[in-house]
């Protein structure tokens, strides 16, 4: 669609390669966002129907894409969240980021109204052993992966970085700011 080669000739301007799926039919997905105060709170509706990409492949888009030659290998929990093949597709693309030892980046970014917090913990915690740099709000830690509720973010993080042998965890906690943890192991 024009939206869909608007927003790929904009990303490619910040030297971002996405990975694009080109149809003859199908359309650009949208989500739209409605601030208000309390009581009421934020809206957001998503408007993912019939986008091509929710029938994506990781076959189907490894031939397109040289994992080899990108600086880091980006996605967000949206994207397995979206269709069981985008989940396959996620585990393989970051396999093979690995292979070609590649860094790979995973914003959690969960979204309840994608997902059940436990279907989202049992694919995330899949991905999470191919994760070189982790992301993800405080609140997911715990409502997501199931991190106690009185944790501290460090203790969060350390747990991650071991666990998962990951490199670099960050927590977000909105408007107070975010703990990094590095693995020193």
Known sequence: SP???????????????PVVRWTDSGRQGTYYIEDAGAPRGTSVIYDRSDTPIRGATHDELAEDIDISQMDACFTTGITPALSRPLTEMTRGVFTRAGEADVPTIFDVNYRSKLWAAKEARVVIEQLLGLVDILVLAERDAKSVLAHPVDADPEAIADRLTTDYDTQLVIITHGDTGVTAMTNTG
């Open 3 to 17: 939206l869909g080669r608007r927003i790929t000739r904009d990303l490619r301007s910040h030297r971002v390669r």
